[in-house]
């Protein structure tokens, strides 16, 4: 490559159109003749009489006094006879040429190093053998840079030229140990070596282009991409976690600045280790219980920006995996009045939608996963009841276009389970069963008539009898000649008609195998009968059983419309039968207040 030394020493052109070298001056010809041989005079004699021929026929009048130029104008063709540069050119480029040579022995140190070790890394992956005796080599050797570096920089702390390129060497080592991710049968011995302690302790490096340089090459090497066993994946993590690595990742969030794009980078490279990590449930709650990290995620959520960026986009989603991976980290977030600041951010979208296919919209679903896996527990419902989230949630059902499916997912989950009865009453108190049932004579996707259905069965299910808010939800399926019963049944027809085609192919494929084979299937076939609408199905059911139970005029509604098709109770008992059944074979692991609700609806039919 040339050098700024050589490309200086030629004259600068102004345009392609002009000569690339210079006239040379008469006087140093003749000079120049006087002092070479007769041979090379005569040739230069006669170059030059050529020259003087051409200038003469174009400069007239007596020759200016020595010392003095004419300036020569450019010819027709655009070219010059002059130097093409001024003096204050020169100036420039005299002054730029001393500046380069300053910066030249740092810079060109640090290109090379670099462009060599890089070199360095490709011809030993075409060239060595990638096993143990070769990760040896790979460890030793990343251990000397590692104590060179640190030496250098104890022993010329003021002179940072003097650690530069131990620190150029570092960090072309730490990036060669990206070659590992290809081969994660090593990972244990990396970490047997101690390399993985190594690694991790330059999160605290002074220099954080290293800090940064290391965390990237951790998201690496704990990507899911990487086809690691579970066992090997496992013996990195750990060794990586024991070397105090989520202190060290929440350093670096600490001190990088987002301002500048290599700080931005490195809190994108933090966040993604945080994200490889949390696939391990164990390790997802170690994550939650260290005392920045929620906090932190929380915070950079809120971080005011025009445009929400990448990086805040990101916090949401790392804290969404989270939240969903354990219910310590749901109670953590809840303390810290998680809950209560995602409420503030999306109110802003109660009827704004954010524009598609942008980081924003990315940000708000995940704030919603946040909360919709929150209310699940009963400090998040209670949280939610406080903050007035169901207030919320109503006028996005009523104004909101894209945040409309998502505050009915809400909805669902913070009415439903043992505790959700608090959240039901509000919902009513809050004037919301005619939203409620506005969307639900409306036509809709599977999995927003399902949110509908879950909605009311768990008002049926929690409301006390004979209280305000269940008197009144009654009273809207009682409305108008029970048009809400209809509508379940029509509903209930769709879902049938899908789930009896499912049976059917279940039962031809049945029909062809041992009884062995048939439990190896029972799960998918069951998971295909929910696909084609079987708990949407037995909602419906559950619904229908509760109104037959409550009210003598639905009962005769229900009863009519079973008998258009040849139905009868025993219909819908079938399907709560099942549903019992299913909870019995899981004991333990469904709410024992919903089998005895099923329980005393079948005896009831």
């Not at 380069?100 to 810079?107: F, I, R, T, Y």
């Not at 919320?392 to 669902?412: N, W």
């Amino acid at each position: 490559m040339t050098s700024l030394d050589d490309l200086f020493k030629k004259p600068l052109l102004p345009n392609s159109k002009r000569k690339a070298n210079a006239a040379r001056d008469p006087d140093e010809l003749y000079k120049s003749i006087k002092s070479n041989g007769k041979e090379n005079a005569r040739d230069h004699q006669h170059a030059t009489i050529e020259d003087e021929a051409e200038i003469e026929e174009d400069v007239e009048g007596p020759e200016l006094p020595p010392g003095l130029e004419e300036e020569v104008p450019d010819d027709e063709e655009g070219r010059f006879f002059g130097s093409g540069v001024t003096d204050n050119t020169i100036e420039a480029l005299d002054f730029i040429d001393g500046r380069e040579q300053e910066a030249q022995s740092v810079s060109r140190t640090i290109r090379l190093w670099v462009s060599s070790k890089r070199r360095a890394h490709e011809l030993l992956q075409k060239s060595e053998k990638i096993d143990s005796s070769w990760l040896r080599k790979l460890a030793l050797n990343f251990e000397r840079k590692i104590s060179k570096n640190a030496e250098l920089r104890s022993k010329f702390e003021a002179e940072p030229q003097k650690f530069m390129g131990s620190e150029a060497d570092l960090d072309a080592d730490i990036k060669a140990l990206s070659i590992l991710s290809e081969h994660p049968e090593l990972y244990e011995d990396f970490a047997k070596l101690g390399c993985v302690s190594s690694l991790v302790s330059l999160l605290a490096h002074e220099n954080t282009d290293i800090a940064i340089d290391a965390i990237e090459i951790i998201s690496e090497l704990t990507d899911e991409d990487v086809e690691a066993s579970q066992t090997q994946w496992n013996t990195l993590v750990d060794s990586m976690i024991d070397a105090d690595l989520l202190d060290l990742l929440f350093q670096n969030i600490a001190r990088l600045n987002e301002e500048v794009e290599a700080d931005r980078s490195g809190v994108y490279h933090v966040l993604s280790v945080l994200e490889n990590l949390s696939s391990r449930p164990s390790i997802a709650d170690v994550i939650g219980k260290h005392k920045s990290i929620i906090p932190w995620l929380t915070s950079r959520a809120q971080k005011k920006e025009k445009a929400v960026s990448q990086n805040k986009q990101y916090a949401t989603e790392i804290l969404a995996i989270l939240l969903q991976a354990s219910a310590a980290n749901r109670t953590i977030f809840v303390e810290q009045e998680g809950i209560e600041v995602f409420l503030q951010l999306l109110s802003a979208y109660r009827k704004r939608d954010p524009a598609k296919g942008t980081e924003e919209e990315e940000y708000v679903e995940n704030m919603f996963d946040c909360m919709t896996c929150c209310v699940d527990d009963a400090g998040g419902k209670q949280k939610f009841l406080d903050a007035e989230g169901i207030e919320l949630a109503l006028i996005m059902l009523r104004e909101g276009k894209m945040s409309r499916p998502k505050a009915l997912r809400i909805l669902d989950h913070a009415l439903g389970g043992p505790e959700g009865a608090a959240c039901c009453e509000k919902l009513v108190e809050a004037a919301g069963l005619r939203t409620i049932f506005t969307v639900f004579m409306k036509k809709h996707d599977s999995q927003t008539t399902e949110h509908l259905l879950g909605i009311l069965a768990s008002m049926l299910r929690l409301l006390e009898a004979d209280c305000a808010p269940r008197i009144r939800l009654l009273a809207k399926f009682v409305e108008k000649n029970y048009e809400k019963i209809d509508r379940l049944f029509q509903l209930r027809w769709e879902y049938v008609s899908k789930v009896s085609g499912v049976e059917r192919q279940v039962d031809v494929e049945r029909s062809n195998l041992s009884v062995a084979e048939q439990d190896e299937m029972a799960e998918e076939w069951l998971s295909r009968r929910l696909d084609a609408g079987l708990f949407s199905l037995q909602s419906i059911d559950v619904i229908l059983s509760w109104l037959v139970a409550e009210d003598d005029g639905a009962r005769e509604k229900v009863q009519k419309l079973l008998s258009d098709r040849d139905e009868n109770f025993y219909t819908i008992k079938r399907t709560l039968q099942e549903q019992i059944d299913r909870m019995n074979a899981d004991s333990g692991t469904e709410d024992t207040g919903l089998r005895d609700m099923l329980e005393a609806l079948v005896q009831f039919l």
